[in-house]
């Protein structure tokens, strides 16, 4: 179950992240009252009762020091060892492990499986096996966490890091990026979905039957589109989706142009290159190196049905 502090765990780590947590957690709390106790107590019994009143000089107490000094040692070399512990036994990946390839950019998660399916927003696992994300990023520090797994690894450019996990239950979690990384950073979000292991079998060898236009509003939400452009006509970062289509855009320039199918894909691959009259130019330009041709074209055919 989840508590206060803590979603309900759903991998094999999650029992160990929990107890060390719950360990320093009881620690302070005691540690906390104790304090706050002692304080409240002293203050009140060596409160000045009388303006003359000079206390005494209080001299060391060995036994006091020595205990101030070995309490606090004891607990931090308790606390250390577990968290050592668990500390290798997350950095250290089972030579079995199962390695998907992650791409983090501004603002989504491309993942890449050993047969070259690649999926982007939705990380997809079998249960009750050892899996390796092995990343790397487009452009800045990102940070990928999934918080019912406890895990969490930093992202980071012309490096790989890598972090592992074995889910223990079959269902979709959230996956977070958690370093701050620009405009989107809260809409950089991904699923893992966790199958059985023949569903994830069958899963990885199916191809994609879906219309394009279906396929496109997958991508839309996949690469965080969703969370500069509305489909509803309300204005947020960027221009909104709905009836762009065969609209006339008015540019930052003065001049203007019907937004058909080489506007789009052009708007895509090359945002900067026509900014449209009162909005930003901050669309990052890595889409056109992480979409792959056949996205674009699925993006722009959902893009035609936002009428
Ligand atoms: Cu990527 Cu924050």
Redesign the pocket.
């Known amino acids: 179950m989840g508590t206060f502090w803590m979603p309900e765990g759903a991998s094999t780590m999650s029992g160990e992240v929990d107890s060390l947590f719950y360990l320093v957690y009881w620690i302070s709390v005691v540690i906390f009252i104790g304090v706050v106790a002692a304080m409240a107590y002293f203050a009140i019994k060596y409160r000045r009762t009388r303006e003359s009143y000079v206390p005494p000089i209080v001299h060391e107490n060995r036994f006091l020091e020595a205990a101030m000094i070995f309490i606090p040692l004891i607990l931090t070399m308790v606390v250390f060892t577990f968290g050592f512990k668990t500390y290798l036994k997350m950095n250290i990946a089972p030579p079995t492990a199962y390695t998907i390839e992650a791409v983090?950019s501004?603002?989504k998660w491309d993942f890449t499986y050993p047969n070259g399916k690649q999926v982007t927003g939705e990380l997809h696992v079998p249960e009750g096996k050892p899996v390796k994300v092995h990343s790397t990023s487009m452009d800045?520090?990102?940070?990928f966490f999934i918080p019912q797994f406890r895990v969490k690894q930093d992202?980071v450019p012309n490096r790989y890091s890598s972090v592992w996990f074995q889910a223990t239950k079959v269902d979709s979690f959230d996956v977070f990026?958690?370093?701050?990384?620009?405009t989107s950073?809260?809409g950089?979000l991904a699923k893992v979905i966790v199958h059985k292991p023949e569903d994830f079998e069958a899963w990885l060898n199916a191809g994609d039957d879906r219309p394009l236009d279906v396929q496109g509003e997958s991508l839309f939400k996949a690469n965080s589109c969703n969370t500069c452009h509305s489909i509803d006509g309300s204005r947020i970062v960027g221009p909104t989706f709905k009836g762009l289509f065969g609209s006339s855009r008015t540019f930052a320039d003065g001049t203007t142009r019907t937004a058909d199918e080489d506007y789009l894909r052009q708007s895509i691959m090359q945002p900067g290159s026509e900014i449209v009259e009162s909005y930003p130019n901050v669309m990052p330009a890595s889409y056109g190196t992480t979409l792959r041709p056949d996205d674009v074209t699925k993006i722009i055919e959902y893009i035609k049905t936002l009428k």
């Open positions: 983090a501004q603002w800045v520090l990102h940070s992202v990026c958690t370093e701050y990384c620009g950073h809260s950089m």
